[in-house]
């Protein structure tokens, strides 16, 4: 048989089950987060004690502050730019050419936000030091050695913050693939980075460690195979205008409340539970959180990787196309989810058999399930967001804020009167709460959208 026939049905079935280069490219890095996950927690729970473990979780938690700064931005600037992409192209070493207009544009928004997020990561570096040296102090953990590990970190965000707006435009115009590949070198070697060194008793060191190499793979791809985007968009002026008003403004400050809301809705737990329940619980629901997330992450890759396709969609009047991609793309997402549920749970149960001392590293069954259902819900919604905001619109940024205001009021006496169970289905229950009415938005746009 001609190997080439066996080339042909291999692409035929990857394009059917929705697997192009981008989506391979997130596969990537998130069934390597996802298998090599198990390797890092052995190290994590052979190289660092429970209290180390919480305070490992809650350097992340207290990081997604940042997002309080991104103000979701980069969601808006992929999707502006998905739009002028149409009229664009872009050379293997980031030369853009095409329409003069749209290419003034995409330069102005990269040299506007450069700019923006300069300012941002300068008051990162402080509020958020700060923030952590206040938060831990007022719990200190004497056998825990965290100030300098801390800093280190902190420092080294910062710094990542100021190339944000380069991504964010490089997805919209048409490199989403190429991004993707870049993303998931940042996903595999800091993990043999962090295998290194927790196994060399780095401690909590590993984290700043792991952060820095993450910084160095996105320097290398903006400043070395997309050098000249990037030299263009820094030494570039404002030779088109920004309207922010109309373009910016009315997307961005929905997004904005929504990725605000986020914080509460995926981080906020970790640190209430940190401060009610003490670090070694907050390294279980860390630690089981991270887990359900990473198969969320995975399960999400089906329809975040066609992001851009589905602004040019819109762009070229391809509405039916568009919904008509979302429901596989989601079909296949929710499928990859429940599997990944399955399996964690099938795994933790063998473990409470066979290895008891090293399922106590997780949290309890109880809480196991209320967060497994509490993401679950939060996967679907984001699926739907996914899609929507596409339009260039912000519907969810209300029903965000409801869930982030609830879980706020909720989830903190929750904890402290019922410990990680009451935190964990305190949240599920939000999240349940929400589900109707973000359904009901999802199915009004669309059927409004096919109508027209």
């Given at each position: 048989m001609n190997p080439r026939s066996h080339v042909f049905n291999l692409k035929k079935i990857l394009s059917l089950i929705g697997i192009n280069r981008t989506v391979a490219a997130l596969l990537t890095g998130k069934l390597w987060s996802i298998f090599s996950y198990p390797l890092t927690i052995w190290f994590i729970i052979h190289h660092l004690n429970p209290g180390e473990q919480g305070y490992y979780y809650a350097f992340y938690s207290l990081l997604g502050l940042d997002i309080f700064?991104?103000?979701?931005?980069?969601?808006?600037?992929?999707?502006?730019?998905?739009?002028?992409?149409?009229?664009?192209?872009?050379?293997?070493?980031?030369?853009?050419?095409?329409?003069?207009?749209?290419?003034?544009?995409?330069?102005?928004?990269?040299?506007?936000?450069?700019?923006?997020?300069?300012?941002?990561?300068?008051?990162?570096?402080?509020?958020?030091?700060?923030?952590?040296?206040?938060?831990?102090?007022?719990?200190?953990?004497?056998?825990?050695?965290?100030?300098?590990?801390?800093?280190?970190?902190?420092?080294?965000?910062?710094?990542?913050?100021?190339?944000?707006?380069?991504?964010?435009?490089?997805?919209?115009?048409?490199?989403?693939?190429?991004?993707?590949?870049?993303?998931?070198?940042?996903?595999?070697?800091?993990?043999?980075?962090?295998?290194?060194?927790?196994?060399?008793?780095?401690?909590?060191?590993?984290?700043?460690?792991?952060?820095?190499?993450?910084?160095?793979?996105?320097?290398?791809?903006?400043?070395?195979?997309?050098?000249?985007?990037?030299?263009?968009?820094?030494?570039?002026?404002?030779?088109?205008?920004?309207?922010?008003?109309?373009?910016?403004?009315?997307?961005?400050?929905?997004i904005a409340l929504s990725w605000a809301s986020g914080y509460f809705i995926f981080q906020f737990q970790i640190p209430v539970i940190f401060h009610f329940c003490g670090d070694v619980e907050a390294g279980r629901y860390g630690l089981t959180l991270s887990v359900l997330g990473s198969i969320g992450s995975l399960s999400m890759a089906w329809v975040s990787s066609r992001v851009a396709d589905f602004g040019a969609m819109i762009a070229s009047k391809k509405t039916a196309d568009l919904y008509k991609i979302a429901r596989r793309c989601q079909i296949q997402a929710l499928s990859v989810l429940l599997l990944g549920f399955a399996a964690l749970f099938g795994a933790l149960a063998l473990m409470e058999v066979f290895l008891p001392e090293r399922r106590f590293r997780f949290a309890s069954n109880n809480v196991l399930i209320g967060v497994m259902l509490y993401q679950a819900i939060n996967t679907v919604i984001g699926i739907q967001a996914l899609v929507v905001r596409a339009h260039k619109v912000e519907p969810y940024a209300r029903l965000s804020l409801y869930g982030a205001a609830a879980i706020a009021l909720l989830v903190p006496p929750a904890a402290l009167y019922l410990g990680a169970p009451g935190a964990a289905w305190t949240s599920f229950l939000i999240a349940a709460a929400l589900f109707v009415p973000s359904l009901r938005i999802y199915q009004n746009y669309r059927k409004l959208e096919l109508e027209q």
């Open positions: 700064l991104e103000l979701g931005l980069t969601s808006v600037l992929t999707t502006i730019a998905s739009h002028e992409w149409p009229k664009l192209e872009m050379d293997s070493r980031g030369r853009l050419s095409g329409d003069p207009e749209a290419k003034a544009k995409v330069l102005s928004l990269a040299k506007f936000f450069l700019r923006w997020y300069s300012v941002a990561s300068v008051v990162h570096l402080f509020l958020l030091g700060g923030a952590g040296i206040w938060f831990f102090g007022s719990k200190p953990n004497q056998s825990v050695y965290w100030l300098v590990p801390w800093l280190l970190t902190v420092l080294i965000n910062s710094l990542r913050l100021v190339l944000i707006p380069i991504g964010g435009l490089l997805q919209g115009c048409g490199q989403m693939a190429s991004i993707a590949w870049m993303q998931a070198r940042a996903v595999l070697i800091p993990t043999f980075v962090l295998w290194i060194g927790l196994n060399l008793s780095w401690s909590l060191y590993v984290v700043p460690v792991v952060a820095l190499i993450g910084l160095l793979i996105l320097c290398f791809t903006y400043f070395y195979k997309y050098k000249f985007f990037t030299l263009e968009a820094l030494r570039t002026r404002e030779i088109s205008e920004i309207h922010w008003k109309t373009e910016i403004f009315p997307l961005q400050w929905r």
